[in-house]
């Protein structure tokens, strides 16, 4: 998978990688992984020459730029032996080659939409992450401003770096604090019927982002996807998309501030939707889908044009209902890391079709019980707690399948201790414990052998078992009639200054 070309007049876009040794005489020294990463960048960097013309900025300003422009090309026809034209695609690698602009190939990692793999005990390097997918690291001040704009403690989520990484919330909290509206969007593709812990990382962060944001949400089933990907049928996939709604029902959205739907379901009903998948289409060539998700020739044509489906979400005037015709409400989309690749795509093409770009905050990956190695998977019942294990299948499986990181022997461990940075047990209680204080305590302990690893296995055990319970008890509560409700195209009640719309009201 490579990276799509860089934001649009953001001269400091440029990612650091890896590529050709004939790469070493690049403008800054900036070596890059593949030949359509460079031709992305240039194309880049002649949209940040043409912003600085258009604001009239300083003539020196413009001049480096054009400089630096003209020095990207000659590096680029050194390399490749032609000129590089705007409409004369380069060749990529294999998607999961070294050169893959998510591999990095000192650490071994691999992230995609579809893959996620690590050599690590520790998992994911999430800071060499940032560096490739070019996102901003969520850092103490921006922590600080969430909080001062919403008046709340900033979610655990957000204390302890789970979600890590964004691109643009500053705007969006520019926006928020001047009384612009902005909307959230998220999504689930329903590969199962169960879904397990791991799933819910995103719906738990989003319903705190709904409650202290106080605005509209939109949560994308990605049905025609997993039929595309996965050996279901038509039928079967849409049954797991109003199963899964109920477990995303019962993390406690509000039904007046939320729309659910089925991609199988609304497109058909929503030509404002359909309309915007059109237009992005047409701003995505084949070689660049390519380019991204990997894909080849043998894929079917339907995986092809699936991304500009998942993207249309990210534009307000796909729901009409909600927003009216408004097309320039800030969209921001909570989401894990390797979903970002779709929205990279869809920051680029948006100020081409006249719409604003989405911001994004992404997560880390929530691992399997086994290690961090790899994501949760819902095909492997033992790699996960599912949300539909009882209390004693969530014991069992955390006590016999859990990785630990204490020592071989108990003499051993209350010698040395144990490694709370691969010890699956503390790392899903950094998820899931409230208590800022009693985790740094368990952390001390467990590190410095006082705590067995026995001991920390229960102490997660009491945790899940009633999540887990009280989780099933709400979703008891959701009816299929309430599920038609949450997924039926409708107004949303929310507020914001200057923001009334036939399709939208004022509360």
């Not at 945790?463 to 887990?468: A, D, E, R, S």
């Amino acid at each position: 998978m490579n990276q799509v070309r860089a934001e649009n007049c953001n001269g400091s876009g440029l990612r650091r990688n890896s590529w050709d040794p004939r790469m070493a005489d690049m403008p800054n020294g900036q070596p890059f992984d593949t030949p359509l990463e460079l031709y992305n960048i240039i194309l880049a960097q002649g949209e940040h020459v043409r912003c600085l013309k258009a604001a009239k900025a300083a003539k020196d300003e413009i001049d480096s730029a054009v400089e630096k422009l003209l020095s990207l090309k000659t590096t680029y026809k050194a390399v490749m032996g032609e000129k590089c034209e705007p409409s004369q695609f380069p060749e990529n690698p294999a998607p999961g080659s070294k050169s893959s602009a998510a591999a990095t190939e000192d650490s071994g990692d691999f992230v995609d939409p579809w893959t996620v793999r690590t050599s690590s005990a520790k998992g994911i390097d999430y800071d060499k992450l940032i560096v490739q997918f070019g996102s901003s690291k969520i850092d103490k001040e921006l922590i600080n401003r969430i909080e001062r704009a919403t008046g709340q403690r900033p979610h655990r989520f957000l204390r302890r770096g789970i979600f890590f990484s964004h691109r643009d919330m500053n705007q969006v909290l520019d926006a928020y604090e001047n009384k612009k509206p902005f909307y959230l969007y998220t999504g689930r593709g329903p590969s199962s019927e169960a879904m397990h812990v791991g799933h819910l990382i995103p719906f738990i962060f989003t319903k705190w982002l709904q409650d202290v944001f106080n605005v509209p949400l939109v949560v994308q089933m990605s049905d025609d996807e997993k039929y595309l990907w996965k050996d279901l049928t038509l039928e079967q996939a849409y049954s797991y998309t109003l199963e899964n709604a109920k477990d995303i029902i019962a993390c406690g959205f509000d039904i007046n501030k939320t729309f659910i739907f089925s991609d199988l379901e609304y497109m058909g009903m929503s030509p404002g939707f359909y309309k915007n998948v059109v237009k992005i289409q047409k701003h995505v060539t084949f070689n660049q889908v390519k380019g991204i998700f990997g894909f080849t020739d043998s894929d079917c044509i339907g995986k092809i044009s699936f991304p500009a489906v998942q993207a249309a979400p990210s534009f307000s005037n796909s729901f009409p209902h909600i927003f009216g015709d408004r097309a320039d409400l800030q969209c921001l989309i909570p989401c894990a890391i390797d979903q970002d690749p779709y929205f990279r795509m869809t920051r680029d093409v948006a100020p081409r079709i006249g719409y604003p770009k989405p911001a994004l905050l992404h997560s880390t990956f929530f691992p399997a019980l086994q290690g961090a190695q790899t994501k949760m998977s819902a095909s492997d019942t033992n790699s996960s707690i599912f949300l539909t294990d009882t209390a004693k299948q969530i014991k069992t499986k955390v006590n016999k399948h859990a990785f630990s990181g204490g020592r071989d022997t108990v003499e051993e461990h209350r010698q040395l201790g144990g490694n709370c940075d691969v010890d699956v047990s503390f790392m899903y209680l950094t998820f899931f414990l409230e208590d800022d204080d009693r985790l740094e305590q368990i952390r001390k302990d467990y590190t410095s052998g006082a705590m067995l690893t026995g001991e920390l296995k229960k102490t997660l055990i009491d945790v899940l078992q009633p999540l887990i319970t009280e989780h099933q008890a709400r979703r008891k509560e959701v009816t299929n009639e309430v599920v038609k409700e949450f997924m039926t195209p409708r107004q949303l009640s929310f507020h914001f200054q200057g923001c009334s719309s036939s399709g939208a009201r004022d509360t």
